[in-house]
DNA sequence: AACTCGGGGGG
DNA sequence: CCCCCAGAGTT
């Protein structure tokens, strides 16, 4: 046997472990229920930087509010932003309004199956548009997020990360094509049930042929605890933490003066300044989140 | 390549 | 208190 064919052997175990562990223990995730591109759009836009168990409850209350392309098209962003609270990084909301509008003009209502085409729409980038393509539509294309990246750093290479070339070309080897709309979400199950950041290797489908789980058995110091760390800043009283409050309060009127917004948002932090906060407004009105009628120095979301 | 964008839950 | 989490867009 060639070291080749080794190789091929090694990984088509990998393979066949985890799509069995997915064919037995796969999450029952409310966006595996449906095939509806719509509805897979709407759940990877949410699942960006957030947390499955997070995204469930709002997931089912923003189809309930929003069944169609055509109905989130022709929503107001308000009732968007307000269907999008607790979710965070609210901009993403905004962007999965552009791309219901630009799918209701320009594709017909119907999400677009080409991996190009998704890529050109807002608020979707790489990950996005193959995970679409993959998960609603069968295409091949191997939608990389940090758990592929993490299960297939670790399993192929014994690391925790590798470059980025480097990845791509391990996972276009070991992807199956024939099980295209499975494969990732597999490895999203192991990397969430099992290939933890801090990982649970015990009944891990893929032990067999990791090249890390020997590693895991020393464990691994995990704190620096150096006396060094950068220290991050305080949440509270952070440009974040305003730009939430802000948008929060703006979710729940029709419109108000710009001064009272500015004022309410203030309210019980005394260390930010007027023109801070003015100044996040703006980036607000400037990203499209929020409208301002200088003249008559009024607010509120479009 | 480095930053910024929310918010909550867990170690 | 720090870290992480189905990333994307801007500079």
């Known amino acids: 046997m060639t070291p080749l064919d080794e190789q091929d052997e090694h990984v088509r175990l990998f393979r066949s472990a985890v799509l069995r562990f997915y064919s037995r223990h796969r999450r029952d995730l409310p966006w595996r229920r449906s095939q509806d591109a719509y509805h897979i759009l709407v759940s990877e836009v949410m699942l960006q930087q957030t947390q499955v168990n997070r995204v469930i409850p709002k997931y089912e209350r923003f189809l309930a509010r929003f069944p169609t392309v055509h109905v989130l098209a022709s929503a107001r962003l308000r009732d968007v932003v307000r269907a999008w609270i607790g979710l965070g990084y609210n901009s993403r909301g905004l962007r999965l309004w552009r791309c219901a509008k630009i799918i ?148 729940g009127v029709g419109s108000m003066p710009v001064a009272r917004l500015l004022s309410e948002a203030k309210d019980g932090s005394p260390k930010a300044e007027g023109a801070r906060i003015a100044s996040l407004v703006d980036d607000l009105r400037r990203e499209g989140l929020l409208r301002i009628d200088r003249r008559r120095r009024r607010v509120w979301l479009p």
């Open 104 to 251: 209701a003009q320009r594709h017909g209502g119907v999400v677009p199956d080409d991996v190009e085409q998704l890529r050109a729409l807002p608020g979707i980038g790489t990950y996005t548009a193959c995970a679409i393509a993959s998960f609603a539509y069968g295409k091949p294309h191997p939608a990389i997020d940090t758990n592929v990246r993490r299960v297939l750093s670790r399993v192929l290479f014994g690391r925790d990360s590798v470059s980025a070339a480097v990845l791509r070309r391990a996972a276009a080897r070991v992807f199956p094509a024939r099980a295209a709309r499975r494969w990732c979400q597999a490895l999203m199950d192991v990397a969430a049930l099992h290939c933890r950041s801090s990982p649970r290797c015990e009944g891990c489908p893929a032990l067999m042929t990791c090249r890390f789980a020997p590693k895991v058995a020393r464990a691994l110091p995990r704190r620096p605890s150096g006396s060094a760390a950068p220290r991050k800043a305080a949440f509270a009283g952070s440009p974040r933490f305003f730009r939430g409050r802000i948008i929060r309060i703006l979710s």
